[in-house]
């Protein structure tokens, strides 16, 4: 039995092939054809049941929808015929996508649609008169081959709004089997060039790549239940079991290579498309124009390819290297026979690498949006492996953490291209592009990716050829590429202690402007919940004040408070933007009470100040709307005063109601850090995330008589690590820790 529901219908047939591979969709089909027939009632000459999209091609999947066309010559009586075929179709609750059309209709349809002219290469005839099929499907194959020169670009145009929409597959952790790049919609558009006579788009490793996607979305669609194409987590293992791999990271990579297979001879095929479509300008022989582009490479009908002294010579070591950067800073693809003839004949690096090497490297990692494209090309003909024989070990490697969102071969080059925004505000650019790509290179072996990382970072570093001051600063960059972020987020930036402590981590200016590009980097790489304004100011805030200790060894002044707030009547409450402060006379349950009334009004805290100012008691809030849409000011300023007075019914809805858990199952842990901070004890509760998370850990330390100096609170995801600074243990560190568990559970 599968889990989730089945479909109950008359002519069960069709639905009890539940089978994986390319057998069981073969039976599916002929189930889901002798189904249709016995509906086609019509004995009427000029009528015909046509079946496109995956039935059309024998592809059903085990829950897959119909697309039919109801073919007839002007018949009369088509709409009674329809109802009879199409309501005991929805009666057995499948999918359908249908039509009723002659066949100069579809074929108008299939003129200004260019979808529906590729659909209709897939015709095959189902029921009815067959040699009104035959016509269809004639006639629209013999009009895809007249038009298909001007048809491509809009083809072209809506494949690529596909992909923007859903993404890479290759690259993606929960990507759609269907319409991300390189997925089973584009083998469809490989299909239709291929009709098109401009090229074999439809080469054997596609074709097994094909049939290995087919055979994930059927054990997909095993495993749910349901009609389902996006391989989300939670099912990878189920799927890969089934599949009769080993674990759901091997699927995820198979999955990949074959998305790459794909998406790699789409582009190919555009490319030969474009080739056969535009008239290039000739020279006067009549010859393609080449032109010189770098040493040993010119540009040929929108192509790099190598230059004749380049073939006739011996290759020089870096020739495969001055080709990819020279593709990525013009942003023209680097030609088949080319890369080919590079990973036959291009000899390995020596080790050291020779300069041009190595500033080839650094001209391709500085390129920025064409550095993407240019080192997928490389990688996909085994350059990349020759230049870096750690990268096999990284190629489509999952990174299971929700915040992520491509695997971490695409992550380290994707951060690698965002670090180029910030090579102007350091001092060694060069640096900043190596240590982005270099950062996460221990991601995949035991231990702390940043620790074990650094001694692997330092070895690619001294092969390329760095002197040792730099290679010591890469494995040192790689080390600390998450200080900034980290402290930024889960330390109080007006410690003494905490600005001393990065400092001596980072030790001079160079090394604390190149770490904040490569956070910048590393998150606009990662995915939009790493990176924020807030989290940016912060980072910022750090660095600034870091600087001040290393250049003059004195800090910031600290900022004042509100004079509003330090002066007015209380309690007083200010509200400005993301920020909530208040001011009471009494600090004890201050910080609960104000978080508990933030959580009724569905705002996430960010970061959160209590201090005592002149005898009052001061707390202020960084927050965030939880759903996108801000409260009410007025009503929420009314609720902080009455919570502030000490009126329990604004909070008491929230007493013993626990928020439901985002993140990982694992139970929440404490972390105490004694060293942290000038004047507390820091404790440091990793959990899932949940709403009213901190009302609950608030009050469980106001219980326990734990004083909050501080809070800041950092959301990774579906999880969370909040830093408590602690001033007075009351009870001790043993009940305070299981006072604060006891809350993160309830």
Known sequence: MTRGSTRAAAGAGPLAVPGI?????????AAFDDWLRGLFTSSVSGVALVAVGGLGRRECAPYADLDLVLLHAGVPGMDDLAASLWYPIWDARLGLDHSVRTVPEALSVAHDDVKVALGLLDARHIAGDPALSASLAEAAADQWRRTAIRQLPALRSVTTARWEAHGELAFLLEGDLKEAAGGLRDVGVLRGIARSGVTDALRPAVRAAHLRLLDTRDALHVTVGRRVDRLVAQERAAVAGLLGLDDG???????????????????????????????????ADGKPVRSPVARDVVSQDGELVLARTAIGA???????????AAAATTRLPISRATCEWLAAYCPPLPS????????????????????????E??????????????????????QHNPVHRYTLDRHLVQAAAEATAFTREVDRP???????????????????????????????????????????????LVSLHLLLPEVATRRDLSD??????????VGDATCLDLLHGLARADALATGPAAWSDWKGRLVAELVRRTHTALDTGVLPALPTPDPALVAGPLPAVHLDGDRVAVAAADRRGLLAAVAGCLALHRLDVLGADVSTVEGRALVEFLTQPRFGAAPDPIALANDLRRAVAGDVSVTQRLRGRGGRSAGSGAPPRVVWHRDAATDAVVLELRAADSPALLYRVASALDEAGASVRAARISTLGGDVVDAFYLVGIGAGERA???????????
């Open 736 to 746: 305070v820790e299981a006072a604060v568990l006891a809350a993160a559970q309830s």
């Open 21 to 29: 591979g390319a057998a069981a969709r073969s039976q599916r089909s």
């Open 430 to 476: 060069d640096l900043l592009l190596l240590a982005a790509f270099l950062h996460d290179v221990g991601k995949g072996l035991p231990g702390d990716h940043s620790a074990v990382g650094a001694p692997v970072a330092a070895a690619v570093a001294a092969r390329i050829g760095l002197p040792p001051p730099d290679v010591a600063l890469i494995s040192k």
């Open 496 to 505: 003494p202690k905490t600005i001393a402590g990065v400092a001596a981590a």
């Open 377 to 398: 090309t490389c990688d996909r003909y085994g350059l990349v492996d020759g230049w870096l024989p750690e990268w096999a070990r990284m190629r489509s490697l999952p």
């Open 249 to 283: 990271d091997a699927l995820l990579r198979r999955v990949a290579s074959d998305a790459r297979t794909v998406a790699n001879a789409l582009d190919d095929a555009w490319r030969a498309a474009d080739r056969v479509r535009v008239i290039r300008r000739r020279g």
């Open 314 to 324: 011996r290759p020089d070591p870096s020739l495969s290297l001055r080709v990819a």
């Open 352 to 375: 050291p690498w020779p300069a041009s090497a190595r500033a080839a490297l650094i001209t391709l990692l500085g390129a920025g949006p064409g550095l993407v494209p240019a080192w």
